[in-house]
């Protein structure tokens, strides 16, 4: 696994002096479509990209690969840091975070653990990007990696 430098460095840095919402979630293309997992935030039914928090004894990158393994039951690889919105208030959970979204890659057969309350599936983009279901920090990393 790479040695978290620039950015991510800074990030653990941040997380482990203060106490921060870092989210981090992963976009997994496959024949131009993309995953989404379907779950239940507050009282709405919301599209989001598989992911979760950062644990404070965890780099991003770490923490999206634990996340996939246990949402997703798959291994994935980050490819790279595509889009960081900075520290939001969200309109679901009415809190600040910091998502962090990463374009992966991983050849494993996604599906949603037991324990998981999702609905994993491979959705058109052109579905996800003007749909409310789908916050605005998501809908724009999409068209990120779509460029």
């Keep these: 696994m790479p040695c978290p430098s620039g950015p991510e460095k800074g990030i653990k840095q941040i997380i482990m002096k203060i106490s921060i919402n ?6 997994l293309m496959r024949e131009r479509r993309v995953l989404v997992a379907e779950e239940k935030v ?6 989001k990209f598989p992911g979760g928090g950062v644990e404070v ?5 770490q ?7 246990e949402e997703c039951q798959i291994n ?31 050849l494993g057969k996604p599906k949603a653990h ?3 309350k999702i609905n994993l599936r491979f959705l058109n983009p052109s579905d996800l990007l ?17 460029d």
């Design 42 to 47: 507050g009282h709405q039914e919301i599209l």
């Design 76 to 106: 994935i690889t980050p490819i790279g840091l595509v889009h960081v919105p900075g520290t939001l208030f969200s309109p679901w959970i009415h809190r600040l975070y910091t998502p962090l979204f990463y374009e992966i890659k991983s």
């Design 57 to 61: 004894d965890e780099t991003p990158e």
């Design 63 to 69: 923490a999206l690969i634990r996340e996939f393994r």
């Design 114 to 116: 037991p324990s998981e």
């Design 130 to 146: 003007n749909n409310d279901r789908v916050a605005l920090p998501e809908r724009e990393a999409l068209k990120k990696i779509l």
């Design 22 to 27: 870092l989210r981090v979630y992963g976009l």
